[in-house]
């Protein structure tokens, strides 16, 4: 055995080891799902589906659900809108501060979550405003705003300034160029943005703990149902039920992007 | 008669910077104009502000007689051809070339039968439903091309459109340019930075260097009789000899010039020997020296040694040593007699003819 090829084994090796601890206990979750047993353990007791049953009837849970999809849809169209104008400010214009204000954009990626969730719940109830869905859109907006600049900046050097330019000088105006040239443009970029953001935002704890009023999100219900052990199957149910759903949706949006991105490739 | 395109003192700053002017320029109704010069020289900063991409910071310029001042580029009679192109990806070629057209709402009989006029124009004719990032750099050029005449523009804006093409292809589209040019009849306003292809193509050339023009004449004025040093240099290459004494007389002077002799020249206009100070600096092309081979007789013959040789197929450049000169000369020959197998550091023996100089002001 040459060296070579005991450094690829050893590099081989660790892959797949990192790729089984991060995998593995996402795993786990389907094949308890589908136990009889309360508790989540092995040997597994028998095949059953009553968890998935118990799922259907909890009108609860499928509010929380739908508040995690209005809180995730609003924020992901919000944070995209904002992320296309910071975007294009950021690679098409010139102007003073723009570092400190890209940097700004950019600050809530590296601050603590727990310090903008105290913070934010601060401010809101000082200024008089109710917890409610907005205020947990106000703070995923917060979050999910440094990653949709962060695609749509890249989305926006990915293509020429003079294709804007080119429709401009056919006589087309300011919205007009938008609409037919940088909208369709950046399209791969707005589903890549629009994708990130909602997934972000399904799956936020801690702001939404804090800033949720009476109206739980999908994961502040499930980490109030963890508290009863009888309930934790139920969870393990719903959590399969996400994964399955993610993989669903990230395969259906890449493959949208990458039509997207083929339409609008330069070479 | 005012021209098409009138420019009066424009300048462009940018921040403290200034990156042109003032330039002014009077361009005519029909004209094939180039802005020529080396990158950095402002001649694509002069062009946008021409489309109305930029504002000038001072200055004016109007287009078929109306100002422009204020006017974005699509509210103004020209139209771009892009150095990258910018077709538009998402669109096939048809929708590209009707980009423009869709908002003069012109009815689609009348659209598709300008569209296909066009394509027919830039020889595109059947490549209608191709995908603009399919196809080759040159049918991109052509389709850029279609875009903007399809708009039936008073004057075409051609920012380096034939950069990125590879020499064969670039020196047909020269030709093809030069004849819809001449065709249409319409003002072109072209950036290079290529001299040959500015020589090729213009009626008239305006060189820039630093944000100036240095001069504005007809393509055989700027080669013959350029106005400064720098505009030789650029055009062409010039060798610059120096003079002891030198005398105007009419359009024309005397003067002396260390080992090669007394010689007389053509003074560009506008220019004063009077004013060149203690080594006024005569210019003469490469390929105005010829060399003497053996046997051969000249009315004026230069000696010097061969200092350097490189070899370009149908011509010889030597670099010829010139007692007296400072600066060694380059003498360009046609490989017919042999001049490709004169050694290095042989003497050799050069002429010229008497009208070949010209001085050189700055």
């Known amino acids: 055995m040459t060296g070579r090829s005991i450094g690829r084994g050893i590099l081989t090796g660790y892959v797949a080891l990192y790729v089984a601890i991060l995998y593995f206990p996402v795993l786990l979750l389907p094949v308890f799902s589908f136990n009889n047993s309360a508790t989540p353990k092995f040997p597994l007791t028998g095949l059953t589906f ?17 508040n995690s999809l209005l809180v995730g849809v609003c924020a992901s169209l919000f944070s995209t809108v904002l992320g ?65 600049v962060t695609v749509l900046v890249s989305g926006f050097e990915g293509f020429d300034p003079s294709m804007e330019e080119a429709s401009r000088d056919l006589g087309e105006t300011v919205w007009g160029t938008l609409r037919r040239v940088t909208l369709p443009m950046l399209m791969p970029s707005i589903v890549s943005s629009m994708l990130v953001t909602f997934t972000i935002s399904l799956d936020e704890f801690i702001l939404a703990f804090f800033l949720t009023g009476t109206e739980p999100t999908l994961p502040v219900y499930i980490w109030g149902q963890l508290r009863f052990a009888a309930k934790l199957p139920n969870v393990l149910a719903l959590g399969s039920i996400l994964i399955a759903l993610s993989l669903v949706m990230l395969t259906v949006a890449e493959l949208v992007r990458r039509r997207a991105e083929a339409r609008t490739a330069t070479t | ?83 990258s192109y910018a077709i538009f990806p998402h669109l096939n070629v048809t929708e590209n070339v009707a980009y423009g057209l869709k908002r003069l709402r012109l009815g689609g009989e009348e659209e598709r039968r300008r569209v296909d006029e066009a394509l027919v124009q830039v020889e595109l004719a059947g490549l209608g439903s191709r995908m603009g990032n399919q196809l080759s750099g040159g049918q991109r050029q052509r389709v850029a091309l279609a875009r903007a005449l ?6 075409l804006l051609l920012d380096e459109p034939l950069s990125a093409l590879d020499k064969k292809l670039r020196e047909q589209m020269q030709v093809e340019l030069r004849h819809l040019q001449r065709q249409i009849g319409i003002t072109f306003v072209l950036v290079t930075h290529d001299q040959y292809e500015a020589l090729g193509m213009s009626d008239r050339i305006a060189v820039m260097f630093g944000g100036r023009i240095a001069q504005i004449a007809t393509p055989k004025e700027i080669y013959q009789n350029p106005a400064s040093r720098e505009v030789a240099d650029f055009l062409g290459g010039m060798n610059f000899l120096t003079a ?23 003074l560009p206009a506008g220019s004063d020997p009077a004013a060149a100070g203690a080594a006024p600096v005569i210019g003469i092309r490469p390929e105005r020296l010829r060399i003497v081979w053996e046997g051969e007789t000249a009315d004026r013959i230069i000696e010097g040694t061969v200092a350097d040789r490189h070899y370009f197929g149908e011509v010889t450049n030597l670099v ?15 490989n017919d007699f042999g001049a490709d197998d004169i050694p290095v550091g042989s003497s050799i023996r050069l002429t010229c003819d008497p009208d070949a100089f010209v001085f050189m002001p700055g």
């Not at chain 2, 399809?150 to 004057?155: E, F, G, S, T, W």
């Not at chain 2, 010829?320 to 046609?334: F, H, K, M, P």
Request: aromatic share 6%; hydrophobic share 45%.
């Open chain 2, 1 to 83: 008669m005012a021209g098409m395109i009138e420019i009066e003192g424009v300048e462009k700053h940018y921040g403290g910077f200034r990156a042109l002017g003032p330039v002014g320029a009077s361009i005519a109704e029909g004209e094939f104009f180039s802005l020529l010069g080396p990158s950095g020289c402002g001649k694509t900063t002069l062009l946008r502000l021409i489309g109305g991409f930029d504002e000038p910071t001072r200055g004016t310029i109007a287009i078929g007689g109306a100002p422009m001042a204020g006017r974005p580029a699509n509210l103004r009679p020209t139209n771009m051809v892009f150095q």
């Open chain 1, 50 to 66: 009553k968890w998935y049953e118990g799922l259907a009837g909890n009108s609860a849970m499928h509010s929380a659900a739908w």
């Open chain 2, 150 to 155: 399809v708009m039936r523009p008073k004057v």
């Open chain 2, 320 to 334: 010829v040593d010139i007692e007296g000169q400072d600066a060694a000369v380059s003498v360009v020959e046609t």
């Open chain 2, 244 to 266: 002891r004494d030198i005398a105007a007389n009419g359009s024309g002077f005397s003067a002396d010039l260390p080992g090669i002799g007394g010689i007389s020249g053509r």
């Open chain 1, 84 to 148: 296309i104008c910071a975007a294009r400010a950021i690679t098409r214009h010139k102007f003073a501060g723009k570092g400190a204000a890209s940097g700004l954009i950019m600050a809530p990626l590296i601050l603590p979550e727990i310090i903008i969730a105290i913070s934010l719940l601060v401010v809101l109830l000082s200024i008089g405003m109710e917890l409610s869905l907005l205020t947990v859109i106000l703070g995923h907006l917060l979050i999910c705003v440094p990653y949709s």
